[in-house]
């Protein structure tokens, strides 16, 4: 009877301790109203060393951002310390994602969106959310949705890129990162999608996950394709589209369709370089600005 009145008091102490931590919660900053004065836009990249392709890209998105939002303080954050550092070397600096909240912070900023340039939800996505985590009770953050975050946006994009083959009897391969996150689904959809709203030139595969090189191919061969372009579908042209798509190695994709047969070619260009792409982005920072959340 005593061990079961100690289980009984131990088990209430947790839940006093519980109720006490949840009571004691730090609440979420309230919005203030969305302007120039009280708002910060980040933009979230993965980053590149190309720095030819990082102007075209994420700096092209960046500098649309401000001309969008002129009365705005605009700045960039990128994910990969490995990008941060090699730039610093050349004397670029750049935030990280926890700097350029606490660089808001410091401006006495108290609503902050937070616009990923992210092809879609996932690891990195939900990385980014956690990081902002603790500085959501000095401000009120929103999160814009990625690129391909819908139907619509992916059809957009796609047809978009569906111009570089226009008028041709090629098919044009569209190159993504790919995940080990269940998102990855987007891309063998995004293919779907392609061929149901009229686009059976299209065809899309990932560098590291699935629809791979090898399964695009047969696809493509199955289809009747005989010439290919392969173009990166990814926000920059940086390592993967120079090296793992153009490169002049054997498990190159460029390499891999030449000896499949296919006439090949390349397009080393990032999704940052068109402007109905970086239209997108603007629009998200619009409908995040609109959100329900930023409601007194």
């Not at 009280?38 to 933009?43: E, P, V």
């Not at 394709?225 to 498990?251: C, F, I, K, Q, T």
Request: charged letters at 25%.
């Amino acid at each position: 009877m005593k061990k079961i009145s100690r289980l009984a008091a131990t088990v209430l102490a947790a839940a006093v301790a519980l109720t006490s931590c949840a009571s004691t919660k730090t609440e979420a900053a309230k919005p203030a109203e969305i302007s120039g004065k009280t708002t910060s836009i980040i933009l979230v990249s993965f980053g590149t060393s190309f720095e030819e392709s990082r102007k075209a890209t994420c700096v092209a998105v960046e500098d649309e951002v401000k001309a969008a939002f002129p009365d705005f303080y605009v700045t960039s954050a990128y994910t990969s310390s490995l990008i941060r550092n090699k730039l610093r070397k050349n004397g670029i600096e750049i935030f990280s994602v926890d700097e350029a909240l606490k660089d808001a912070q410091s401006k006495g900023f108290r609503n902050v969106i937070v616009q990923p340039t992210h092809m879609m939800y996932g690891l990195e996505y939900n990385e980014m959310q956690e990081l902002a985590e603790p500085y959501k009770s000095r401000m009120h953050i929103v999160f814009g949705k990625p690129l391909l975050a819908t139907k619509d946006e992916i059809s957009a994009v796609l047809a978009t890129l569906a111009k570089n083959v226009a008028g041709t009897k090629r098919a044009l391969v569209l190159m993504g990162h790919g995940t080990d996150y269940f998102s990855n689904f987007l891309y063998a959809a995004a293919d779907y999608q392609a061929k149901a709203e009229g686009h059976p030139e299209i065809f899309v595969g990932t560098v590291e996950a699935y629809p791979d090189c090898a399964t695009v191919i047969e696809l493509a061969k199955k289809a009747g394709y005989r010439s290919v372009l392969l173009e990166p579908l990814m926000l920059v042209a940086g390592d993967h589209a120079n090296n793992d798509m153009a490169g002049d190695e054997d498990d190159s994709w460029k390499s891999q369709f030449t000896a499949a047969g296919f006439e090949v070619e390349t397009l080393i260009k990032g999704l940052g370089e068109y402007p109905e792409v970086r239209a997108i982005y603007i629009d998200h920072i619009k409908e995040a600005m609109a959100s329900p959340e930023n409601a007194e």
